[in-house]
């Protein structure tokens, strides 16, 4: 059975203080409301990454994530973090390809696929975004956009690299334009998303791949979204940045 995640990405938000703070209130209360089998992921800026993750040693349920990695491996790359750096502060987790970084810092897919190769030579986790803009979308040529991201990055890894990633699905036209995707829009990708990877890899390794929607979802569409039979949990941006609003996020599967 795939596995259930919920991953708070903060993006570059909350000071020092703000961010143990927020950790410490999600932390009591997953720990004293979350009772289903879900896996609950934070990722906060980089420079509070290892205090966090010690707030979060004691709680099964809680993982660590960076919202980056560099492909290198060390060296002369001023302001890059290794996944080698990232393992060695307890992270077990790195969001790649997220629609920000391919728009503000234009990672294509190639980089994307090195990212990911490195990070799993580390033993994280990748959770690998994809997602087309709405001028794609309003020509109808969301599938194909999607796919290919796919097809020139995912693809290209071994079955047991793919093993270890994570798909988030970015619907970037629902995201700060007034349009809202709806929950069988969302059903509809996923269920693309996991039919491409059958062909790229197998139907029991497209089957058992974890799927998240990272689409402005709440508390308020969260239990429709996550009732879908390929959506399995979301990458949820400013919602995670309020403890109540996360945790009932979480527990809406």
Request: hydrophobic content about 35%; aromatic content about 10%.
């Amino acid at each position: 059975m795939r596995k259930k995640i919920v991953a708070g990405n903060w993006k570059m938000n909350k000071t020092y203080e703000e961010a143990l703070s927020l950790v410490s209130e999600i932390d009591n209360m997953v720990k004293d409301e979350v009772n289903g089998d879900v896996t609950v992921v934070v990722t906060p800026p980089f420079p509070y990454l290892q205090s966090v993750g010690k707030l979060t040693q004691g709680n099964d349920k809680m993982f660590l994530a960076a919202q980056n990695v560099s492909e290198h491996e060390s060296g002369a790359y001023t302001g890059e973090v290794s996944a080698a750096m990232l393992k060695s502060v307890g992270v077990e987790y790195v969001i790649i390809g997220h629609s920000e970084r391919r728009m503000y810092h234009h990672e294509d897919d190639q980089t994307l696929y090195k990212k990911m190769k490195a990070a799993i030579a580390h033993g994280l986790k990748p959770i690998f975004c994809c997602g087309e803009p709405l001028e794609e979308r309003d020509a109808e040529r969301h599938f194909e956009y999607v796919g290919k991201q796919l097809k020139e990055s995912v693809s290209y890894l071994s079955n047991e690299e793919f093993d270890q990633i994570v798909i988030a699905y970015e619907p970037i036209w629902a995201i700060g334009t007034g349009k809202t995707a709806t929950s069988d829009q969302a059903q509809e990708m996923h269920a693309y998303i996991r039919e491409q990877l059958s062909r790229m890899f197998d139907a029991e390794a497209a089957y058992n791949c974890t799927i998240l929607y990272g689409g402005s979802c709440n508390p308020g569409n969260a239990k429709e979204i996550f009732s879908k039979e390929d959506v399995d949990g979301g990458l949820i941006g400013g919602a995670s940045l309020k403890s109540r609003d996360f945790l009932d996020i979480i527990k809406s599967f």
